[in-house]
């Protein structure tokens, strides 16, 4: 990676930490990127299940309850690390590997200055790596 693109993704980073601090002002790490660095380790542990949930590998039984519990996991995790209590924003988890998993509702993405994908979710862990 080119020392220009290096630096610009973690421009990136780094901003879309402090929208997440913005958001999330109780945030357990004030560091914007390490924060993003945190989250980022999250969300592609739930990537990676929902690939696998996809490929039929992952060990799970017919109503998903694993996945549910894995989610539910995930989701302590990252309201911890944001102290989401006060801010009461809904964070989802996305079961479709094509996308991004960790997720805030349309409804009040909406209304939050923070990364959207196309259906206008938040995003809470983007990827700003470069594409060259």
């Given at each position: 990676?080119?020392?220009?693109?290096?630096?610009?993704?973690?421009?990136?980073?780094?901003?879309?930490?402090?929208?997440?601090?913005?958001?999330?002002?109780?945030?357990?790490?004030?560091?914007?990127?390490?924060?993003?660095?945190?989250?980022?380790?999250?969300?592609?542990?739930?990537?990676?299940?929902?690939?696998?949930?996809?490929?039929?590998?992952?060990?799970?039984?017919?109503?998903?309850?694993?996945?549910?519990?894995?989610?539910?996991?995930?989701?302590?995790?990252?309201?911890?690390?944001?102290?989401?209590?006060?801010?009461?924003?809904?964070?989802?988890?996305?079961?479709?590997?094509?996308?991004?998993?960790?997720?805030?509702?349309?409804?009040?993405?909406q209304e939050l200055t923070i990364y959207k994908d196309w259906g206008?979710?938040?995003?809470?862990?983007?990827?700003?790596?470069?594409?060259?």
């Amino acid at each position: 990676m080119k020392k220009a693109d290096k630096e610009e993704m973690y421009k990136q980073i780094k901003t879309h930490g402090i929208n997440l601090l913005n958001i999330f002002s109780e945030a357990a790490e004030k560091d914007p990127v390490k924060l993003c660095k945190k989250l980022n380790t999250i969300e592609r542990k739930a990537r990676w299940r929902a690939t696998e949930y996809c490929n039929g590998t992952y060990q799970d039984n017919k109503e998903g309850d694993k996945m549910k519990l894995d989610d539910q996991k995930q989701i302590k995790a990252i309201n911890k690390i944001l102290r989401n209590k006060q801010s009461n924003i809904e964070i989802l988890i996305n079961w479709d590997p094509r996308g991004y998993a960790l997720k805030i509702s349309t409804e009040q993405a909406q209304e939050l200055t923070i990364y959207k994908d196309w259906g206008g979710y938040g995003i809470i862990s983007p990827d700003f790596t470069p594409y060259n």
